[in-house]
Every structure is written in C-alpha cells, then in structure tokens.
C-alpha cells in the first residue's frame, strides 16, 4: 500500500474533528482516505492510515463505521477499513492489520526489540530447572520432546536450543502487529504481544511478551479476565474465563478455561483444561482435565484424562520439588487418585488410590493400579476388556479441532502398535518369571513396588497374548490385502527399518532407530533448523505403516516359532485362526462391560416418583435400551465384520494350501 502526505484542507478537517499532532507531516494517509472518519485522535511520531469506508457490526443489530475514534496513536499503521476507538490510554508502535477491530482498550504497546515470547525457557518437568524447553511458534510435541527428554545428550539439547533462538531472532521486532481481521475489545494490558489474522481478543485483563499464532481460517480467542505472561498460543486454541499462564504453550486446538493456572507448562493439540492447576507439566496431545480440584505438575502425559481431585507430588521435603513421572499415552486416573513422583505408569492404565511407593509399571501396559491400606496392587492387561478404553481411541480421531491445514503435531491414533505390543510381549516375559520364581501356587507376586496376584497374572497373560494375536493379524491381513496370488512371496518386508525397539515421543511413534537418526542429524548440523527437523518428524510419521509391518514381521516369525523362507500358507490360515479367535473373545468382554452400564444397580437413581416399569421406561428415555446404544451396536457389527473377514481370508489360504 502507498501512502502520501496529508493536504491542508484534511489537515484542517482533521484539527476540526478535535484530532491533534506532535508533527502533521509525520502523518501520511493512503490514497481514497476521508476525514471524516477520523475523530478525537491525537497522533505522535510516524503514523500511516488507510481508507475508511465499510462498517462494522456487532451483536444486537449495532452497526459502528470504520475509523478512528478517541485514542491516542504513536508509531502505528493502520490498515484499510479498520476501526480503533475508545483507547483509554495510547496505541503505541504496531501495524494494525486491514479490517481489524481495535476498540475500549486500555494500553497497546510495544518498548524496545522483543521477540513476542519466542524464545522464553519453559522449566517443563523438573520445576527446579534442568529440563528448559525453549519456546517458539510452530513448536511441536516431537520437538519438545527431544529438547527435554534427551539430556543426556548435551550436544543435541545445544542444538535445539539454537533452533528456538534463531527463529526468536527472526522474530524479533520493535513493533507489533495486530492481523488481518482481528478483533481486540475491552482489554486491558497488552504489551510486546503479537496478534495474528483473525484472532479475537475479547475482555483480557493482560497480555504480556506474547505470540497469538492465528490464521483467519483457525482463529485464536483470548477470554475475558485471562491473564497470560511469557507465552505462545497456537491456531484453533481458546483461553478463556479467567485463565492465567505463565510462561506456558499452547499447541493448536487448546482450550483452557474456567480460571484454570498454569505456570511453565507446554500444552500441545487438543489438550482441554479446565478449573484446575498445571506447574511444570508436560501435557501431550489430548491430554484433558476438568475438575477444579485437580492438580497436575512435574509429569508428562497424552492421550490422559483427570479425575476430580487427581493429584501428584514433585517433592520429598528433602531436596525442594526435585521429582517427575509419567503416565504414558492413553492413561486415566480416577477420583482422589494420588502419585507421589518419581512413578511411570503403563500406556493405557488406569490409576485408583494413593501410590506412595514410586511404582514403575511401563513393561505392563493396559493395567489397573489398584491401592488397598496403602497397597499398591497391580493388575495387568484387564484395560483391553474395558469398554472406556475402546471408546477413547475411537473419540480422539473425532475429537480433533485442528484445521485440516497446517497440523503441526503428528499423531498416531493407534491402540495397537509395535510401541504397546512390545511391552506387551516383555509383559508377557516378566509375568512369567515371576511365576517361575515364585512358584505356580503363590497367592501374591511382588513386582517392582507392587503386588499382583494368582489370579491377575494369569488373566494378564492371557490379555497380552489375545492382544499380540490380534494385533499379528491385523498387520497380516493388510499386508495380504496389497497383493493377489502368491502371497507366500510378498510377506517379506521390502527392508529393516522398524525393527528393534519403538518409542513413543509425545503422539508419534516411530522406531528408534529411525529417531536416532533424526538426533545424530541435528547433532551433525544436517538439520539445521525447526522447519528441517518437522519435515522429518513429518516423513517419519507418514512411513508408520510401512515400517510397522518391518516390525510386525519379525516378532510373527519370533512368536509362532516360524522360520523365514519355510513360511506356509498353513501357518498363515493358523496366524488368523488365533486373530479371529482373539478378536471376538476381546469384542465378546467388551459387550459384557458394556452391559454394565445397564444393569439393575446402573439405573439407581432413574424414576424417582415410581418403581419397576417407570424405573425402566424412565432409564430408556433418557440412556436408551442396551441393545441400541450405538457402542453396543457398533461392537456387533464389529464381530461379524471381523468373523467374515476371517472366514474369507482363512478359505482363500486354505484353498492355496
């Protein structure tokens, strides 16, 4: 856009409308530009001001022009057909984006080179320090990850650093910018923050050294009350009602609400948080909390959900809150749950009760932590029979609110995965040995610092091993399904990358070897920057099922006891007799928790004012009849498109045998 000097006459226009100016001819105005439009302004230093001509309008039918009104501006450009009105204090050194909203604020300013919060060292886990992720935009989980995860590799940790601080440096700006189309109303503070297209800042009492990441297709709301100082907000992501952040991000899709507090916590896509408080956490993707008296701090978590009144400690009262754990991905904790850190809790496990002895439970996924007079009882596997776990990886896909456009983390939705079966597979392991240790007729077993008995180790062998066939014959059966014919010639994988061990960084699961390659890369500078190190994250991400089956392949030969080159198809139509018999068993538990929900004792509480049929009547009006409920509905459906698809591909094998 150009800009030209004002005339007399519309510097006269302007004196006339009660404006005034340190010096008139530091102002300059675009091409089409009226007078008319610009009211009670007092300007100073080098101000640019668009055309005015559209207007605005507002809830209730209020229509209000384009313009400027009442406020004082220093250093600002203003775009076309943006209003600014009612600025109590003064707008000082920003470029107001065309069509903005800028209206009843207090002060908006920037002083001095700032980089808008990149940058900032979020002390994430450890509250005393030792495991500082450096913020930016377009931070990812993955990357995060790495930088506070790996500090046993300095040289590796120095060069993620130096991504975050060569992307502030490019950041770094003495003057601020509020986007195309953003909205800022009845604000308070807002100092050295940048905010971006689309964005909506709506009743904020501060914002300080801060990046509202917004597109106009993905817009950022800030709420009314929120307080946030040293911070990143990502696009799609709402703070609202009150919350307060320091130094915190918030990856894309966020909603935090409802005064929820947090101090040094990176927050990454979909996490929802409400009422309750965050220090020093590290929530990965969908990690969700609700309850005002919760309290998460000095963990790592995703894929989580929060009771009321979950809680940890950091701290020992010995050395100050030195502590950390985890609850890896898919993890749930119930009501009053407690966990006195350092702890790792398995994927997808759930914790009940206080646990005060450090348990480490990440070879025995899919387990209930049970506490009993302080006693941590531990029962592995019985997850995968529960209908809520099922639920959950089948609401996370749908439940995602990014835009379909630029996501930044990759997520890998998948219940089954080398990274779970391979803990499964060692499960399987240590359950026996304890076994073998401790004898076949023990009534309890301990392991770790907890105790599982008889009966849950034998159960919990079962569970892994229906879950290890299950799994197995899914990665066969897609495999099958890329070929025709000779299929016995097309099981080999195409290489060996995926086999070893897996890990899990904070939504993408990958090889390990894959991911030390990435490491040694950044370490070698032949990634030199954060854009460089996510198109790998992202090549890693999208290869997943090819190296999965790498994976997959070597542990079906290893696990029915095959040899490469002697594989027949009747060992494959054996492979999927085991997957179709472990498929149905797993759907025939999951009906028989789902029928939980509807017993006798599940419809306390329905047909307050009558018994028998209008306790009934009333349970159905509102939860619906058992054999409806779309759960219920889908897991039917789903045994009889499994049993089909077993019967197909086991009478194809079978006629190849």
């Given at each position: 856009?150009?800009?030209?000097?004002?005339?007399?006459?519309?510097?006269?226009?302007?004196?006339?409308?009660?404006?005034?100016?340190?010096?008139?001819?530091?102002?300059?105005?675009?091409?089409?530009?009226?007078?008319?439009?610009?009211?009670?302004?007092?300007?100073?230093?080098?101000?640019?001001?668009?055309?005015?001509?559209?207007?605005?309008?507002?809830p209730g039918g209020v229509k209000k022009p384009a313009g400027l009104y009442q406020a004082t501006l220093h250093n600002v450009t203003v775009g076309d057909d943006a209003r600014i009105a009612n600025v109590?204090?003064?707008?000082?050194?920003?470029?107001?984006?065309?069509?903005?909203?800028?209206?009843?604020?207090?002060?908006?300013y920037v002083d001095g080179p700032t980089a808008f919060g990149n940058g900032v060292e979020v002390s994430v886990l450890n509250e005393t320090g030792g495991r500082e992720v450096k913020i930016h935009e377009?931070?990812?989980?993955?990357?995060?990850?790495?930088?506070?995860?790996?500090?046993?590799?300095?040289?590796?940790?120095?060069?993620?650093?130096?991504?975050?601080?060569?992307?502030?440096?490019?950041?770094?700006?003495?003057?601020?910018?509020?986007?195309?189309?953003?909205?800022?109303?009845?604000?308070?503070?807002?100092?050295?923050?940048?905010?971006?297209?689309?964005?909506?800042?709506?009743?904020?009492?501060?914002?300080?050294?801060?990046?509202?990441?917004?597109?106009?297709?993905?817009?950022?709301?800030?709420?009314?009350?929120?307080?946030?100082?040293?911070?990143?907000?990502?696009?799609?992501?709402?703070?609202?009602?009150?919350?307060?952040?320091?130094?915190?991000?918030?990856?894309?899709?966020?909603?935090?609400?409802?005064?929820?507090?947090?101090?040094?916590?990176?927050?990454?896509?979909?996490?929802?948080?409400?009422?309750?408080?965050?220090?020093?956490?590290?929530?990965?993707?969908?990690?969700?909390?609700?309850?005002?008296?919760?309290?998460?701090?000095?963990?790592?978590?995703?894929?989580?959900?929060?009771?009321?009144?979950?809680?940890?400690?950091?701290?020992?009262?010995?050395?100050?809150?030195?502590?950390?754990?985890?609850?890896?991905?898919?993890?749930?904790?119930?009501?009053?749950?407690?966990?006195?850190?350092?702890?790792?809790?398995?994927?997808?496990?759930?914790?009940?009760?206080?646990?005060?002895?450090?348990?480490?439970?990440?070879?025995?996924?899919?387990?209930?932590?049970?506490?009993?007079?302080?006693?941590?009882?531990?029962?592995?596997?019985?997850?995968?029979?529960?209908?809520?776990?099922?639920?959950?990886?089948?609401?996370?896909?749908?439940?995602?609110?990014?835009?379909?456009?630029?996501?930044?983390?990759?997520?890998?939705?998948?219940?089954?995965?080398?990274?779970?079966?391979?803990?499964?597979?060692?499960?399987?392991?240590?359950?026996?040995?304890?076994?073998?240790?401790?004898?076949?007729?023990?009534?309890?077993?301990?392991?770790?610092?907890?105790?599982?008995?008889?009966?849950?180790?034998?159960?919990?062998?079962?569970?892994?091993?229906?879950?290890?066939?299950?799994?197995?014959?899914?990665?066969?059966?897609?495999?099958?399904?890329?070929?025709?014919?000779?299929?016995?010639?097309?099981?080999?994988?195409?290489?060996?990358?995926?086999?070893?061990?897996?890990?899990?960084?904070?939504?993408?699961?990958?090889?390990?070897?894959?991911?030390?390659?990435?490491?040694?890369?950044?370490?070698?500078?032949?990634?030199?920057?954060?854009?460089?190190?996510?198109?790998?994250?992202?090549?890693?991400?999208?290869?997943?099922?090819?190296?999965?089956?790498?994976?997959?392949?070597?542990?079906?030969?290893?696990?029915?006891?095959?040899?490469?080159?002697?594989?027949?198809?009747?060992?494959?139509?054996?492979?999927?007799?085991?997957?179709?018999?472990?498929?149905?068993?797993?759907?025939?538990?999951?009906?028989?928790?789902?029928?939980k929900e509807f017993s006798l004792s599940a419809k306390t509480g329905f047909g307050f004012d009558g018994l028998g049929a209008t306790t009934e009547a009333d349970f159905e009006g509102v939860r619906g009849?058992?054999?409806?409920?779309?759960?219920?509905?889908?897991?039917?459906?789903?045994?009889?498109?499994?049993?089909?698809?077993?019967?197909?591909?086991?009478?194809?094998?079978?006629?190849?045998?």
């Amino acid at each position: 856009m150009s800009f030209r000097k004002l005339t007399e006459s519309e510097i006269s226009a302007l004196k006339s409308n009660g404006c005034s100016a340190e010096d008139w001819a530091a102002v300059e105005v675009a091409e089409g530009f009226t007078a008319d439009r610009v009211r009670d302004v007092s300007f100073s230093g080098a101000c640019r001001l668009g055309r005015f001509a559209k207007n605005f309008s507002f809830p209730g039918g209020v229509k209000k022009p384009a313009g400027l009104y009442q406020a004082t501006l220093h250093n600002v450009t203003v775009g076309d057909d943006a209003r600014i009105a009612n600025v109590r204090s003064y707008l000082a050194n920003y470029d107001i984006g065309a069509g903005a909203l800028v209206m009843n604020v207090d002060k908006i300013y920037v002083d001095g080179p700032t980089a808008f919060g990149n940058g900032v060292e979020v002390s994430v886990l450890n509250e005393t320090g030792g495991r500082e992720v450096k913020i930016h935009e377009g931070l990812t989980a993955h990357e995060a990850y790495l930088e506070a995860i790996y500090r046993h590799r300095p040289a590796l940790v120095a060069k993620l650093k130096g991504f975050a601080d060569r992307f502030a440096a490019s950041a770094t700006s003495d003057r601020g910018t509020i986007g195309v189309g953003a909205q800022v109303m009845d604000a308070g503070l807002i100092h050295n923050v940048r905010i971006g297209d689309g964005a909506v800042v709506d009743g904020a009492a501060r914002l300080c050294n801060g990046t509202l990441v917004s597109r106009a297709d993905s817009p950022v709301v800030i709420g009314r009350g929120v307080i946030a100082d040293d911070f990143i907000v990502q696009d799609g992501s709402k703070v609202e009602d009150a919350t307060r952040l320091t130094r915190c991000f918030v990856g894309q899709a966020c909603e935090l609400g409802h005064g929820y507090s947090a101090s040094d916590s990176l927050f990454f896509c979909n996490c929802q948080e409400e009422n309750g408080e965050a220090c020093a956490l590290f929530a990965g993707p969908f990690t969700v909390t609700h309850h005002k008296s919760t309290l998460l701090i000095a963990g790592m978590f995703s894929f989580m959900n929060a009771g009321s009144g979950s809680n940890q400690s950091n701290h020992m009262y010995k050395l100050g809150p030195i502590h950390q754990g985890a609850l890896e991905r898919g993890s749930k904790t119930t009501s009053d749950s407690y966990i006195l850190w350092p702890a790792r809790i398995g994927a997808f496990s759930l914790v009940m009760g206080r646990h005060t002895t450090h348990p480490d439970t990440s070879s025995l996924p899919f387990s209930y932590l049970i506490e009993s007079k302080g006693v941590t009882y531990l029962v592995p596997g019985v997850n995968l029979r529960s209908v809520g776990t099922i639920r959950d990886v089948q609401k996370w896909p749908k439940r995602d609110r990014r835009a379909p456009e630029g996501r930044l983390d990759k997520v890998n939705f998948n219940l089954l995965s080398p990274y779970t079966i391979d803990k499964m597979v060692r499960g399987i392991g240590i359950l026996e040995s304890l076994r073998s240790l401790s004898g076949a007729t023990s009534d309890t077993y301990a392991y770790q610092s907890a105790r599982i008995t008889s009966s849950a180790l034998a159960k919990g062998i079962d569970f892994y091993r229906m879950a290890i066939d299950k799994f197995l014959g899914n990665s066969l059966i897609s495999r099958l399904e890329k070929f025709e014919g000779d299929y016995l010639n097309h099981l080999k994988p195409d290489g060996s990358v995926g086999l070893g061990d897996w890990v899990d960084l904070s939504g993408l699961i990958a090889p390990h070897t894959c991911v030390s390659a990435i490491l040694n890369d950044i370490e070698s500078g032949a990634i030199s920057s954060c854009a460089e190190l996510d198109a790998r994250f992202t090549a890693l991400h999208e290869s997943y099922y090819d190296y999965e089956w790498v994976w997959a392949y070597d542990l079906m030969l290893r696990y029915y006891n095959l040899t490469e080159g002697s594989v027949t198809y009747r060992d494959l139509v054996y492979i999927l007799r085991r997957w179709m018999d472990s498929v149905l068993r797993l759907d025939r538990m999951l009906y028989e928790d789902a029928k939980k929900e509807f017993s006798l004792s599940a419809k306390t509480g329905f047909g307050f004012d009558g018994l028998g049929a209008t306790t009934e009547a009333d349970f159905e009006g509102v939860r619906g009849a058992f054999e409806t409920n779309p759960f219920v509905a889908a897991t039917t459906e789903h045994m009889k498109r499994k049993h089909d698809l077993g019967t197909l591909w086991i009478d194809r094998l079978n006629r190849l045998a």
